[in-house]
């Protein structure tokens, strides 16, 4: 937690290299300070296969999903530090775009949390 996938299409790795994209995307996150530096993760799909409108060529999208507990300005705050930091990168993307969803903390599991040892039911149990 969190987790930033990101799904684009291939020729966006024509304009910045997959790690230039996701290095900004992880940098803009911590930055927001909303999360410890370890948990963030990030991950990069592209896409030969697609279909766009007329006259448009390229996509990137980010699905962020992070802990509840954050508020809505905190979520629009994160979805706009990152979307102002890749928007220099990659001008000619035809749709760049980002969306934030919770998951409830009594949902989530890893295995850190189901570690019989952990009693205190701490997250980072095993670091």
Known sequence: MP???IECSKNVLDMQ???VIMETVYRAAESTGLFA???IKVRLH?????????GKDS???????IM??????EEANLAKVITRQLAPLLPNVSFLSINID?????????RSLIDPRNTTGDRFFLK
């Open 102 to 110: 919770q998951f409830e903390k009594a949902t989530y599991a890893n």
């Open 68 to 73: 509840s507990g954050r508020t809505t300005a």
């Open 17 to 19: 290299p997959a790690e």
């Open 37 to 39: 530096e370890n948990d």
């Open 59 to 65: 996509f990137l999208h980010i699905f962020g999903s």
């Open 46 to 54: 592209p896409y030969e296969l697609y279909r766009l409108g007329t």
């Open 3 to 5: 987790h930033f996938v």
